[in-house]
């Protein structure tokens, strides 16, 4: 390649990038979204961040009464996100998200949070987990406009991967503990004493847990939680569970 058309492929590099990131889909139309309009504070941490926001922000191009905003708006939105994908291989293509997120009204209240997994399935590789974030997008916007304005959330996908919510897990807790107790009495003839289970993690803390990270990943995803904790978007448990769930994956 000449210099001068190398000149000219770092001249128009930027504007190409441009032009692909703007060919992408943008989320479809939300229904759930009121007409009377509904405003995010939203901060995303974990894989594909930057990604998932830029998503999160594209959902006012097919949904004009909602926005993405930095001050006031109706509520704050916390979104974690860990890739979980298989290595992606046309034509069985998959790209899969573990996602968790905490929705608080105006006054710091949580009023919604869910651990859940979305993904995007095709015969080629190309877009694919733009796709699973344009999905996660749906999803949370959803439970957003439900948690916040009390729109109703659309009827379940029977295929849809199954969602964990905070409640679930604590009822799954008291169940095993009660199980184990009774097998306990009926063994031993008396009144065990209590189980101690210790504290369960933050629900935000389940898309830190995962596979080894590459060094500079881990300690890019332990520096965000960092700053959350810095600008009050964690609460001290979320933090310590996060930061070290991370180092863990170092």
Not at 172 to 179: F, I, P, Q, S
Not at 196 to 205: S, T, V, Y
Not at 206 to 217: F, I, M, T, Y
């Amino acid at each position: 390649m000449s210099k001068r058309s190398l000149a000219l492929a770092l001249l128009f590099a930027p504007a190409l990038a441009v032009v692909v990131e703007a060919c992408a889909e943008p989320p479809p139309k939300i229904d759930s979204i009121p007409s009377s309009g509904l405003a995010l504070r939203v901060t995303v941490f974990g894989a594909s961040a930057e990604d998932m926001k830029h998503s999160l922000e594209a959902v006012k191009q097919n949904n004009k009464s909602f926005a993405v905003v930095t001050d006031g708006g109706d509520g704050e939105v916390l979104v974690g996100l860990d890739n979980d994908s298989p290595a992606c291989v046309a034509p069985t293509a998959l790209c899969s998200y573990k996602v968790a997120y905490r929705i608080r009204d105006n006054e710091g209240k949580t009023i919604a949070e869910e651990t859940t997994s979305v993904n995007a399935t095709s015969d080629h590789c190309s877009g694919l987990c733009a796709k699973a974030l344009n999905n996660i997008s749906v999803k949370v916007v959803e439970a957003a406009a439900a948690a916040l304005k009390g729109a109703p959330l659309p009827a379940a996908d029977p295929d849809a991967a199954v969602a964990t919510t905070s409640a679930d897990v604590a009822d799954a807790a008291v169940d095993a503990g009660v199980v184990a107790t009774t097998t306990h009495h009926k063994s031993h003839g008396k009144t065990p004493p209590p189980v101690d289970a210790g504290k369960p993690d933050p629900p935000i803390c389940a898309v830190g847990h995962g596979a080894h990270l590459p060094s500079d990943e881990a300690e890019k995803r332990a520096a965000q939680v960092e700053v959350l904790k810095r600008i009050n978007v964690l609460d001290q448990d979320e933090y310590d569970c996060l930061r070290k769930a991370y180092l863990e994956r170092l």
